[in-house]
């Protein structure tokens, strides 16, 4: 045919139906799909930070939550992992922001509270470990194992108050949570 030119996709199959192909793109213009389209995969970067945690790899885990962050940057549960990662190479500060930002966003999250707790303990700031501590008494979690934290709050709170007045040391730090 003079004047007809092959598109690629017409020289590969000769048997497609080049109406219904110029119909999905006319459909695609206003607004519809083609059905030969792509569509495309959202990564998962909670679940696969969290894969990356339990591996031991946290620098690799804390990208993936600031994936996630990047996609839904109000997701409480992100931040509280974000946070916890943090922690876990000693980037304090940053893990300070990221449970401060959970607050901020839903101010009755327990978790956040806990974590502040001991990260202002590191930092030799009793009262403000102790209002954390209170806070997350006050409101604990009810899902998981929460007993557990419930009881290591307890404990350190009541070592933060015996001791009230005299300085905070790296000695006086109770020991680890139990492992989430």
């Given at each position: 045919?003079?004047?007809?030119?092959?598109?690629p996709?017409?020289?590969?199959?000769?048997?497609?139906?080049?109406?219904?192909?110029?119909?999905?793109?006319?459909?695609?213009?206003?607004?519809?799909?083609?059905?030969?389209?792509?569509?495309?995969?959202?990564?998962?970067?909670?679940?696969?930070?969290?894969?990356?945690?339990?591996?031991?790899?946290?620098?690799?885990?804390?990208?993936?939550?600031?994936?996630?962050?990047?996609?839904?940057?109000?997701?409480?549960?992100?931040?509280?992992?974000?946070?916890?990662?943090?922690?876990?190479?000693?980037?304090?500060e940053?893990?300070?922001?990221?449970?401060?930002?959970?607050?901020?966003?839903?101010?009755?999250?327990?978790?956040?509270?806990?974590?502040?707790?001991?990260?202002?303990?590191?930092?030799g700031?009793?009262?403000?470990?102790?209002?954390?501590?209170?806070?997350?008494?006050?409101?604990?979690?009810?899902?998981?194992?929460?007993?557990?934290?419930?009881?290591?709050?307890?404990?350190?709170?009541?070592?933060?108050k015996?001791?009230?007045?005299?300085?905070?040391?790296?000695?006086?730090?109770?020991?680890?949570?139990?492992?989430?």
């Amino acid at each position: 045919m003079p004047g007809h030119a092959l598109r690629p996709r017409q020289l590969l199959s000769p048997r497609i139906n080049v109406a219904s192909e110029r119909m999905s793109w006319l459909s695609r213009l206003f607004g519809g799909r083609s059905e030969s389209e792509l569509k495309p995969q959202r990564l998962d970067y909670l679940n696969e930070a969290l894969a990356l945690e339990r591996s031991g790899d946290f620098d690799a885990a804390i990208t993936s939550y600031r994936l996630a962050l990047r996609a839904k940057p109000d997701d409480t549960r992100v931040l509280q992992n974000l946070a916890i990662a943090l922690t876990r190479v000693n980037r304090f500060e940053e893990a300070i922001k990221a449970y401060r930002q959970a607050l901020n966003l839903k101010p009755a999250l327990s978790g956040p509270h806990y974590g502040l707790a001991f990260l202002h303990m590191r930092r030799g700031e009793r009262e403000a470990a102790i209002e954390h501590l209170e806070a997350f008494l006050a409101a604990p979690p009810s899902s998981g194992e929460p007993e557990r934290w419930i009881e290591h709050a307890r404990e350190t709170l009541a070592s933060l108050k015996s001791r009230e007045g005299s300085e905070l040391r790296a000695e006086d730090l109770p020991p680890p949570a139990p492992e989430r």
